[in-house]
């Protein structure tokens, strides 16, 4: 398997740009997790899903930041207008869900990551 | 609410030194996991250890080893022998199972010299 697939690696955009970050979760995984990851605030969860359906965005940080998984092999996150402050580290992780408590938390796999600078 | 607090934000030895990485944690949960995750230079995020509530062993592989003290809701992470490639940034975790969310710490950055 592939692993969890992100890109890009790497965006440098400017401020007000939009921005739209990609996500592959690893194929028959059942939950999606976008995080950030900042000097300032260390690793934040904003947004999970399960089977393509938003389960909690408690951790987005304003409107600007949205997020879609029209599918099970695809997400996105995507800022609209970018500001310099978005600038991080963003990670996708995917698990599956396993029916009993024993097991009831599988491991999240996460991605390489995309570094985004905005300017 | 849950939190993890990791005290250590930067760690330096030299190389062969062994070296503990702390972790505390909060919850009114009775039913949680504790993990460890390194994050290397290179930036991506590797799983090293999952822990249940339930099971208070602690836990060794090769030069890691885990000793989770539910007492103290601490969950301390030990490299013995530490090496040049043992430098990364180590994170502690806790998961909600009700809510299904995983709380990181703040990292200890652990530098280990030649």
């Known amino acids: 398997d592939a692993g969890v697939i992100q890109s890009p690696r790497h965006e440098v955009t400017e401020m007000g740009q939009e921005v739209t970050l990609r996500c592959k979760p690893i194929s028959g995984h059942d939950y999606l997790f976008w995080y950030r990851q900042t000097m300032m605030r260390g690793l934040e969860l904003l947004i999970y899903f399960n089977n393509n359906v938003p389960i909690d965005d408690s951790g987005m940080p304003e409107d600007r930041f949205s997020a879609k998984m029209p599918n099970a092999s695809f997400s996105t996150l995507k800022i609209q207008p970018s500001e310099p402050r978005d600038s991080a580290v963003y990670f996708c992780?995917?698990?599956?869900?396993?029916?009993?408590?024993?097991?009831?938390?599988?491991?999240?796999?996460f991605g390489p990551g995309t570094r985004l600078t905005v300017l | 609410a849950q939190k993890v607090t990791q005290a250590q934000t930067e760690i330096s030895v030299v190389e062969k030194e062994d070296v503990t990485l702390d972790c505390v944690y909060e919850t009114r949960d009775t039913t949680y996991y504790l993990f460890w995750y390194k994050q290397p230079p290179s930036g991506e995020l590797v799983f090293l250890i999952r822990?249940?509530?339930?099971?208070?062993q602690n836990e060794i592989s090769g030069r890691y080893s885990w000793n989770f003290q539910k007492s103290t809701s601490s969950f301390n992470f030990t490299i013995t022998a530490s090496q040049v490639v043992d430098s990364a940034v180590y994170f502690c975790?806790?998961?909600?199972?009700?809510?299904?969310?995983?709380?990181f710490g703040g990292g200890t950055r652990l530098m280990v010299k030649p």
């Open positions: 975790a806790l998961f909600n199972n009700a809510g299904n969310m995983l709380t």
């Open positions: 822990r249940n509530s339930f099971d208070e």
């Open positions: 992780a995917s698990s599956l869900a396993s029916p009993t408590w024993e097991h009831s938390y599988n491991e999240q796999f």
